[in-house]
């Protein structure tokens, strides 16, 4: 026993990383979601606790009353994250009024919800405002956040007309109420996050490996396509199309993959996610192409070393976010931190659920690499999902190049240890593509 608790310390040790070793053993399968008709149960459950603690949150900023106002294909970007599963855009105008469910209100649907076309909404709804008297009216009308500021400017001059000085007067721009409602996870998400997780995982597996990859006839965007074809056989969809890259010093975190034909000695790296259950996820591996004419078997230490160090800073993130810092705060210790330790690269995490980009305090953004205005000096939320989005700089010297270390991993929010573990778990290890010669990949990809 003692000799094994030895080994087992000598080998965190080894890792350098308190966390340990976090990339699953076993290979990530393709999780058969739920039927459509059991996933709208599901997601109307969902929905239902989260439009519970409204209350609750209304009390907290300070709001008597929210008031949304949509047509249909102009929506508040909110509809999204309050609509049955079985709706889509909304219908006519719809109207949607929240409260704390207090006096004349008490015990009435919360939202309110009012679909209309003839303008009847309106004398409606002065009088269910006559009657509730609130003194706060949040509109989503903020210039910066996103989440909290969907209400179209046609909407709010038709609110200003039909409501008048009495209730304009008393509208306010509170954009954490709508980011607050739309990053907060509930329990029963997790499960299923962790099956798009390993679904995930399962087509970069997929993908980056010789059943797809023929080193000198695949391309990088042959691979992008296999992804979006792939997804269709699994059920779920995405919310940016695939980027495929073969890393040199000069390629960038962007917004397209390479357009190169992928050869034997090449590091590649994708950025991809997938949207299904109302969720979404945003991972990036890398995958080494053996250079398997010349009999090797594994890939280049320098580049195992700088995975190491991307899989370091991973760590640094997680230790220093805590709920309550703002993003810039767990930046700015970050940064600090990669310099006691001799590493350098760029940290760029985000909230994820509803949208690949919720809503909610950023750490970094490619181009604004040690301060961002506005996003990064939000507090971050406890119950959120992240995607912890980051690149190392290593000397490789096999190569006498600096290559970027490009990783991004999925973390959910643990209420006992109050920190964000893995969905899946890590990278730590290099997909690696052992095409011999004169291999074809089974599936073959349409140009
Ligand atoms: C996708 O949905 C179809 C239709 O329900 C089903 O036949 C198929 O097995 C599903 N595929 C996966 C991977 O879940
Ligand atoms: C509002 O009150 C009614 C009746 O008490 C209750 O059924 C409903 O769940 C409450 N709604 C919220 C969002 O708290
Ligand atoms: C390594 O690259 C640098 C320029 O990036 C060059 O000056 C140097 O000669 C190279 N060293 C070797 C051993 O090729
Ligand atoms: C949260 O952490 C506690 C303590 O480590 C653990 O027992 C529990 O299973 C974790 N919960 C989840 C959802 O991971």
């Given at each position: ?80 994250s ?47 405002l006559e ?34 000085e ?18 907060t ?107 398997t ?30 709920a ?43 181009n ?32 006498n ?47």
């Amino acid at each position: 026993m003692q000799y094994r608790a030895t080994v087992a310390a000598w080998f965190l040790l080894l890792c350098g990383a308190v966390y340990g070793q976090l990339q699953p053993t076993t290979p990530a399968r393709y999780r058969r979601l739920p039927s459509l008709r059991e996933q709208a149960a599901i997601l109307d459950g969902w929905r239902d606790e989260r439009l519970a603690t409204l209350p609750a949150l209304l009390t907290k900023y300070r709001i008597d009353a929210w008031l949304i106002s949509q047509r249909e294909y102009a929506e508040d970007t909110l509809w999204w994250s309050i609509k049955g599963a079985t709706e889509y855009a909304p219908h006519r105008r719809t109207v949607l009024l929240f409260h704390k469910n207090t006096s004349s209100l008490a015990g009435q649907p919360n939202p309110l919800r009012w679909v209309d076309n003839t303008g009847a909404v309106w004398p409606e709804l002065r009088r269910v405002l006559e009657a509730y008297d609130p003194h706060r009216i949040a509109l989503n009308t903020d210039k910066y956040i996103a989440a909290g500021g969907g209400l179209h400017v046609g909407e709010y001059e038709a609110l200003a007309e039909e409501l008048g000085e009495r209730w304009m007067e008393r509208t306010v721009n509170e954009p954490l109420l709508a980011v607050e409602y739309v990053a907060t996870r509930v329990p029963g998400q997790l499960a299923y996050y962790r099956d798009l997780q390993e679904i995930t995982w399962a087509l970069i597996e997929e993908a980056f490996s010789e059943k797809v990859i023929s080193p000198g006839i695949t391309t990088t965007e042959d691979v992008e396509w296999w992804y979006r074809e792939k997804m269709l056989l699994l059920n779920v969809t995405t919310w940016n199309h695939p980027r495929v890259s073969v890393i040199t010093p000069e390629s960038f975190p962007g917004w397209s993959g390479t357009k190169d034909v992928i050869r034997e000695g090449d590091l590649l790296h994708v950025d991809f996610g997938i949207t299904a259950m109302g969720m979404n996820t945003d991972v990036q591996h890398m995958a080494y192409v053996l250079r398997t004419s010349q009999g090797e078997t594994d890939a280049p230490q320098g580049l195992k070393e700088g995975l190491k160090r991307a899989n370091r800073m991973q760590d640094i993130v997680l230790e220093n976010m805590a709920a309550g810092k703002t993003g810039n705060e767990v930046l700015t210790e970050s940064l600090t931190q990669m310099e006691v330790e001799r590493i350098t690269g760029q940290v760029y995490c985000h909230p994820i659920g509803d949208w690949g980009h919720a809503p909610g305090a950023v750490m970094g953004f490619t181009n604004l690499p040690d301060f961002v205005p506005v996003l990064g000096e939000l507090r971050i939320l406890p119950n959120t999902y992240y995607s912890i989005e980051l690149y190392a700089y290593s000397f490789i010297a096999e190569r006498n190049e600096t290559l970027r270390f490009r990783v991004e991993e999925n973390v959910y929010w643990n209420a006992t240890t109050e920190r964000w573990h893995f969905v899946r778990g890590r990278q730590e290890r290099f997909h690696l593509i052992n095409a011999h010669a004169g291999h074809t990949p089974s599936i073959v990809v349409q140009s």
